[in-house]
């Protein structure tokens, strides 16, 4: 059975830190892409970051570019995301994604974590 399990979400004040981390069974972690999506109230999902876990290149979508840093951990078969300086525009559900092929979309993942809340306090 194919799990992807969110944790280290939560309640932070604006310019704090988190770091999420997403555990992983069921599929062959290094022949996937892995990634980190958010969806606000109201809003569509939208990608912040992919990673290879077979070869390491990662993705970020451009908005996303110098305050989070996606890494793995491929004997633990899991992939964290750490978020610095936070805003409260930040604050979303934050999602785990899979996919086989080489992709960072929000609709064109193969697997879906249930998700991790993240709230930013101004």
């Known amino acids: 059975e194919v799990q992807l399990v969110e944790s280290g979400g939560g309640l932070v004040q604006t310019g704090g830190s988190l770091r999420l981390s997403c555990a992983t069974t069921?599929?062959?972690?290094?022949?996937?892409?892995i990634g980190w999506f958010r969806q606000a109230p109201g809003k569509e999902r939208e990608a912040i970051s992919c990673i290879s876990a077979g070869d390491g290149i990662t993705y970020y979508a451009d908005s996303m570019k110098g305050r989070f840093t996606i890494s793995s951990d491929n004997a633990k078969n899991m992939v964290s995301l750490q978020m610095n300086s936070l805003k409260s525009e930040d604050t979303a559900v934050y999602f785990c994604?899979?996919?086989?092929?080489?992709?960072?979309?929000?609709?064109?993942?193969?697997?879906w974590g249930k998700g991790t809340q993240v709230t930013v306090s101004s």
């Open positions: 994604g899979a996919a086989v092929e080489r992709r960072c979309q929000p609709n064109g993942m193969d697997y």
């Open positions: 069921g599929f062959p972690f290094d022949d996937y892409v």
